[in-house]
DNA sequence: GCCAACGTTGGC
DNA sequence: GCCAACGTTGGC
């Protein structure tokens, strides 16, 4: 069981959209980034968890939790020519993109935002990538520590 | 394999 | 809207 951090544009998907979704449960599509790529297709298992982050929005910061309920397979978006997210050198025989299933389990009644998390960024958060000045990356991967931690400020 | 140019992310 | 930081592309 791992954890993980994963970041939305809420004007695209954010919480409330996984929310009404059918079983609070829908793929997260759309990562076009090899090194995300990478963990959503080799490092993902059923039963991990994450939280759903909340980017490029009035107040960035961390939303709830999401369960893992389908580990990584091909992203559908990716041969779909209608799609954003449409790439032409993804095909079903070699697909280059992939996703996995989550299941909203819990929405916090507050934003954990990105301002409270650096407060911490050099006691009980030192090292969180997502602190990492430059970082871009849509998926980190947690340390329990820094998982219980935040919960803890839930 | 280098690296300049370009595109994207995401906080502010 | 700005811009720093980073990723990707493509010529050489």
Redesign the pocket.
């Known amino acids: 069981m791992k954890y993980w951090l994963m970041?939305s544009?809420p004007s695209v998907f954010g919480i409330d959209a996984l929310s009404a979704a059918a079983k609070k449960t829908s793929p997260w599509d759309g990562v076009?980034?090899?090194?995300a790529r990478n963990m959503l297709r080799d490092q993902f298992t059923i039963g991990d968890q994450a939280f759903f982050?909340h980017?490029?929005?009035k107040e960035?910061g961390i939303v709830g939790i999401v369960n893992v309920v389908k580990a990584g397979y091909p992203d559908f978006t990716a041969l779909n020519p209608k799609d954003s997210h449409y790439d032409p050198?993804s095909t079903p025989e070699n697909p280059r993109w992939y996703m996995v299933d989550v299941c909203l389990k819990e929405h916090f009644k507050r934003v954990i935002s990105?301002?409270e998390l650096?407060r911490h960024e050099s006691k009980e958060l030192s090292g969180m990538l997502l602190l990492?000045?430059?970082?871009?990356?849509?998926i980190t991967p947690l340390v329990t520590a820094h998982w219980q931690f935040i919960v803890s400020l839930v």
Not at 32 to 35: G, V
């Open positions: 970041k544009e076009r980034n090899y090194q982050y980017s490029s929005c960035p050198t990105l301002d650096r990492r000045r430059g970082n871009r990356l849509s």
